[in-house]
């Protein structure tokens, strides 16, 4: 099956990654985790897609910041990890906002 991932599995990306355009010439981020990215190891782009605030219908930050929900909450919020070209970090908003999900598989 398919679940979103823990807040202890998104930060373990952190470990290594850039901020890059993929083969689509979309912003965002690779992660790596354990291993330096390069050819032939696991890694993940995440696409600097932006969010929705939850009392707004436009959505921000398109093609320079990137946010994605972890199944983890803490103190009525959620945890996700967010971008920028320059930041990478995990952060919590409420549940509210339209962030996406990178489901990952079991």
């Known amino acids: 099956g398919w679940r979103v991932p823990t807040m202890d599995e998104m930060s373990n990306l952190i470990n290594h990654s850039y901020w890059s355009k993929n083969s689509s010439n979309q912003n965002g981020y690779y992660f790596s ?36 929900w972890t199944s983890t909450s803490e103190d009525y919020q959620a945890v996700l ?20 999900v990178r489901c990952i598989q079991e």
């Open 33 to 68: 985790g354990d291993y330096k990215y390069q050819d032939g190891y696991p890694g993940v782009f995440l696409s600097a897609s932006g969010y929705r605030y939850y009392s707004g219908y436009t959505v921000n930050y398109v093609g320079e910041g990137g946010f994605y």
């Open 81 to 100: 990890l967010d971008f920028f070209d320059n930041y990478v970090d995990m952060s919590k908003a409420y549940h509210g906002n339209g962030y996406p």
